[in-house]
């Protein structure tokens, strides 16, 4: 499941994921408010927080955040990824060569951090 944090304010956008993601978590969720945001702000500044109940993705949703790297790789300032497994750590370093904007990841005690950093 996925869900917009409450702290999210103009091009500021948190993103709650707990669970297994989904294709329809991108389709129905993610998706329309990244673009709507993009639509309204310009480039973004994106906290996504996987919380303790994170179970990673599916694969019609692994394919679903892929394109979405590929699609929006130039709309974004700033990435925090809270809480990431080892093993995602590795793709997240992968995905920033796609991505034009800074990307960094904080531990799952790091959330406040990770808002002040992509605030700043």
Known sequence: MITVMPESEGNILGVQASGLLTASDYRDVLIPKLEREIAAHGKLRVVFYMDEDFD???????????????????????????GAP???????????????GEM????PDQLDEAWDWVRD
């Open 86 to 100: 080892r093993w995602e750590e590795i793709c997240i370093e992968m995905a920033g060569h796609l991505m034009r």
């Open 104 to 107: 960094r990841t904080f531990k």
């Open 56 to 82: 990673g993705w599916d694969a019609a949703a692994a394919w679903a955040n892929t394109k979405l790297d590929f699609k929006h790789a130039g709309d974004f300032d700033k990435i925090a990824m809270i």
